[in-house]
């Protein structure tokens, strides 16, 4: 039996487990973004995603939370997406309710 992986497979699998934080409050805006919209996003955007998410867990936290915006202005737009996304997800969520 073999057991290889495409490239994009093992790419998908080092995202994942970079989106787990250890802070629930990361893992439930980044896990749903990768899951739900990254495949939709450009090359360019998926690699700015990827930059993005190997910045610090503080500074990831102050920016989803909307505290403060990051500096670089791509950062920025992906850091917009995220946060819409969730609360996108959020409202589908509580309208079914």
């Avoid at 994942?16 to 629930?24: A, S």
């Avoid at 939709?40 to 990827?50: G, R």
């Avoid at 202005?73 to 589908?92: F, G």
Wanted: hydrophobic share 40%; net charge negative; aromatic share 12%.
């Amino acid at each position: 039996m073999s057991n290889v992986t495409s490239p994009q497979t093992a790419q998908r699998k080092r995202l994942y487990w970079h989106c787990r934080r250890g802070m629930w409050e990361l893992d439930l805006l980044l896990v749903p973004f990768l899951e739900q919209r990254y495949d939709q996003l450009d090359e360019k955007d998926q690699a700015l995603f990827c930059e993005l998410i190997d910045e610090e867990d503080q500074d990831l936290f102050v920016w989803l939370m909307r505290r403060e915006w990051p500096a670089n202005p791509e950062w920025r737009r992906i850091v917009k997406m995220i946060v819409e996304h969730a609360e996108t997800i959020d409202r589908d969520n509580f309208s079914r309710l």
